[in-house]
């Protein structure tokens, strides 16, 4: 019987086995169901009659890491970015060519939403967790990325990433919105701190580069404005957006 199921079939069971194990019930929002190719949740009435005696989690997930209780940006790079490599190596390479403290956050915080949150349009996302901490020019930059890494930039030598070729396939072209973004980008003010993301973006991860987070919490400190109550549980416009990479399983 157990032989007969499938590698999926194995995986939900494991995943049904945990949750009963937990003391609380843990819920699928309706997005991590849809990445499953699945377009529902589980009502509150089923999940109930599923678990008897539980009630909804309401707080920390105790399968994740343990956030302390006024969690800072950097609790989050170690407790919730599923890596951080590719952002480290981005701001260091920022740093070894000299850039200011406005690009080389910009460089840091660039992919934040690919690593914590959600791939699709990851530029916006990022640039709207991060807006309230952050100087308008760096929140801006991370936005305009998303569109400007599809564009070369002959005068910073930044060419169509070869690696795009290979992901996207040879005929792929951006969608009309990130056009109409790479346009409207290119005449600000802000254009080449957003251009040097896209420069600085180590597309060729390299396993043996030596990069270190400790080395970028002087830079956070002096760019990322930390709330007193906690990253997430302050009540900036997007405090919910850190609440839920806090707690992503609570059921409201
Ligand atoms: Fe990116
Ligand atoms: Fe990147």
Redesign the pocket.
């Known amino acids: 019987m157990t032989q007969a199921m499938t590698l999926s079939e194995r995986a939900d069971a494991l995943e049904e086995h945990m949750m009963h194990e937990l003391e609380h019930i843990v819920t699928k929002s309706v997005l991590f169901n849809l990445a499953d190719g699945y377009v529902g949740t589980e009502s509150g009435p089923a999940l109930m009659a599923k678990n008897p005696g539980k009630t909804m989690l309401m707080g920390a997930d105790p399968r994740l890491p343990q956030m302390p209780e006024k969690p800072t940006l950097v609790d989050y790079f170690r407790c919730r970015f599923a890596s951080t490599a590719h952002l480290l190596q981005s701001a260091t390479h920022a740093l070894k060519a000299g850039h200011n403290e406005k690009v080389i956050t910009a460089c840091l915080l660039?992919?934040i939403a690919?690593v914590s949150f959600i791939r699709c349009d990851?530029?916006y996302w990022g640039a709207q967790m991060i807006e309230p901490y952050v100087d308008e020019e760096v929140s801006w930059a991370v936005r305009a990325?998303q569109a400007l890494?599809f564009f070369p930039d002959e005068s910073v030598g930044y060419a169509y990433p070869e690696m795009y070729v290979r992901y996207f396939g040879p005929d792929y072209r951006p969608e009309p919105y990130i056009v109409a973004e790479y346009e409207r980008a290119r005449n600000h003010r802000h254009y080449m701190t957003a251009r040097l993301i896209t420069v600085n973006?180590i597309y060729s991860f390299d396993p043996n580069a030596k990069v270190n987070l400790d080395d970028f919490v002087d830079i956070i400190g002096r760019n990322f404005r930390q709330p007193k109550e906690g990253l997430g549980l302050d009540s900036s416009p997007s405090a919910h957006m850190w609440r839920t990479m806090l707690w992503p399983t609570r059921f409201l």
């Open positions: 660039h992919d690919v990851h530029g990325h890494r973006d």
